[in-house]
């Protein structure tokens, strides 16, 4: 595995998300690596004409294409300073799955992925999507936590040094 010569890294656009690109551009400069920029579109379900004034073919095809412009400008961006990077757009409901199903066919080396800071209830009820592709993938997988909401960047400096003084 090491060192990996293919790096993904999911995006959402969230800024967790790009402090998790960073640090996979980081790795992937450093290893001579390409980078794999993966997002997720939420496949939605087509609605009989009956009961349905919703067009959800165009509005998957809006969302998928808005993704891939961005993610080609934040490929162009990397190109420009040396990084080979390549994006790709899934559709899938369940986003963990469609990382995993992208990692296994690109053939990726190592998978570095953001949490979004989720505590309590809201993690109960929404799922992680890091804690799937932790738990399914094939390859390695570096979390990146992200703040919790609510929780200060003090507070989260604080933790740090704790965790690192043990």
Request: proline fraction near 4%.
């Amino acid at each position: 595995m090491l060192p990996p010569k293919l790096i993904l890294s999911p995006i959402d656009f969230s800024d967790s998300s790009h402090e998790a690109l960073k640090t996979a551009a980081d790795l992937a400069a450093s290893f001579k690596a390409e980078l794999l920029l993966v997002h997720v579109v939420p496949a939605l379900p087509k609605l009989p004409l009956s009961v349905s004034f919703f067009k959800e073919g165009e509005y998957e095809t809006a969302l998928t294409t808005d993704a891939q412009e961005k993610l080609q400008e934040i490929v162009r961006k990397f190109e420009e300073s040396g990084l080979k990077a390549r994006a790709e757009v899934g559709v899938a409901n369940d986003v963990g799955m469609e990382i995993l199903r992208v990692a296994e066919h690109s053939g990726a080396d190592l998978i570095v992925i953001a949490t979004h800071g989720m505590t309590g209830w809201r993690k109960m009820a929404f799922g992680s999507v890091a804690e799937k592709v932790v738990r399914l993938a094939a390859c390695p997988v570096l979390v990146l936590r992200a703040q919790a909401e609510g929780e200060s960047a003090e507070s989260a400096k604080k933790a740090e040094s704790a965790s690192a003084a043990r």
